[in-house]
């Protein structure tokens, strides 16, 4: 049938297309194809960097050339972990277009069709699940998605830090100043909760011990006997 026909034209196609000619096919439809900073060698980057990065500060705001500075090197710390683990999904990425390209081979063997474009984006979707899920359960991921979050807490970390300094110096108030007034306000509301609790105990405790008391009076006031009142008689003058 026609359908059987284009499956075998397809993986045909599969077939004679190195993997090669299929990673620059799917390089075209990145948002800056090429090599776009190909001029750029990264080992030129990486010296400027650390030419910047080695001069000390000096003046009045050495500290805060000396913040800035720690702030580029964290954040190239970042951009390179991040590379390592784009690279990594790059190749899972592949991984998953070359099982693709299998299954597709297997149904024209079996003379099978991709019936539609719903069909085929399907296996695609099912394809790049499994290698991601091949992926995700291995030390690399871990260890490379560790590093990664890792990197990007501590640049955000020293970015709050540079901001509440410069806020602190125009007496504005800062995120770590916030924090600490929360957390006092939380200490008090807990406090006041835990005092409250106390009253109230002591109040209850108050209460019963008046309870005993008024049974004991009562006790005491059934079990003795009332004394007799003697009267008096008036005499008469002789």
Excluded at 47 to 60: A, I, Q
Aim: proline share 3%; net charge positive; with cysteine.
């Amino acid at each position: 049938t026609d359908a059987n026909e284009a499956t075998h034209k397809m993986a045909g196609i599969w077939q004679l297309m190195p993997m090669d000619t299929l990673q620059r096919t799917f390089a075209l439809g990145s948002a800056m194809p090429g090599d776009f900073l190909g001029v750029l060698k990264h080992d030129d980057v990486r010296k400027m960097s650390d030419k910047f990065l080695s001069v000390p500060g000096v003046g009045y705001t050495r500290e805060s050339q000396e913040q800035l500075q720690e702030g580029v090197r964290l954040w190239n710390e970042y951009q390179k972990v991040s590379q390592e683990y784009n690279q990594a999904l790059y190749k899972v990425g592949m991984e998953a277009m070359e099982a693709m390209r299998q299954k597709i081979l297997a149904m024209a063997k079996e003379g099978k069709a991709v019936k539609s474009l719903r069909e085929l984006y399907d296996l695609w979707v099912d394809c790049n699940e499994e290698a991601y899920a091949s992926f995700a359960h291995t030390p690399e991921y871990s260890r490379l998605y560790g590093r990664l979050t890792n990197a990007l807490m501590t640049v955000k970390q020293h970015g709050r830090n540079i901001i509440d300094e410069g806020l602190g110096a125009l007496n504005v108030p800062t995120h770590k100043g916030i924090n600490t007034l929360q957390k006092r306000q939380y200490d008090m509301g807990r406090q006041q909760k835990d005092a409250l609790k106390k009253i109230q105990d002591l109040q209850q405790e108050i209460a019963e011990l008046h309870n005993l008391f008024r049974q004991a009076k009562a006790g005491n006031t059934s079990e003795s006997p009332v004394p007799a009142v003697k009267r008096r008689t008036a005499t008469r003058a002789p």
